[in-house]
């Protein structure tokens, strides 16, 4: 009958306590799984996801994007010629106004307004061109001699950083070149 008791107590005891150990031991093993596929669904945003975001938050046309670490800066100027500088969280997507110069000034930017092809056609193009992921995109109507055009830089699949300028008239990539290649400017 003793050794009944004794038996009966250590059965007990391994009940009472292999019931927690079990659920502990359960959960810290299903823990990892639940963060791995959390932190699987959430993908860094990409450039054409933050500069829609930056247009949902500020209506007009982009005049630059590009990625530094965790956020994207955009630059949107509205079809008045107010120029806003917004932040669009790599992670999130969300968007933050970081300055906006209430100023209008159309004039200024008449060109950029006037054009033909957008940051995002430019975008699609130079990843048609060279597929990757858009790095930055930024207008370029300087008095080089040289017709207004989009640059844009993708980061390839092969690890290489292509530069590729995007008429603004007809979408046409006009020149690309790597920064890979011992030539900085992107001319080859």
């Known amino acids: 009958m003793q050794r009944t008791t004794y038996v009966s107590a250590a059965a007990a005891v ?23 596929a959390a932190t699987a669904a959430r993908a860094d945003v990409t450039a054409e ?30 079809k008045d010629g107010t120029h806003a500088e917004l932040e669009v969280d790599a992670v999130s997507g969300g968007v933050t106004r970081e300055n906006q110069d209430d100023e209008q000034q159309a004039d200024e930017y008449a060109s950029l307004l006037a054009a033909k092809v957008t940051a995002e056609q430019a975008m699609k193009t130079a990843l048609a061109a060279h597929p990757g992921k858009v790095w930055s995109v930024e207008w370029d109507d300087d008095d080089n001699g040289r017709a207004a055009n989009w640059n844009v830089e993708v980061k ?3 690890g290489k950083t292509q530069n590729v300028h995007v ?10 070149g790597s920064d890979n290649d011992g030539n900085d400017d992107g001319n080859d």
């Open 49 to 78: 996801a933050a500069a829609a975001a930056a247009l949902k938050a500020s209506p007009g046309v982009i005049e630059s994007l590009d990625r530094d670490g965790a956020v994207w800066h955009v630059d949107v100027v509205s």
């Open 14 to 36: 391994v009940l009472a306590l292999g019931g927690p150990v079990a659920a502990a031991a359960t959960a810290s093993a299903a823990a990892p799984t639940a963060l791995t």
């Open 167 to 176: 008429d603004t008239a007809t979408a046409k990539v006009v020149s690309s």
């Open 156 to 158: 390839t699949t092969d």
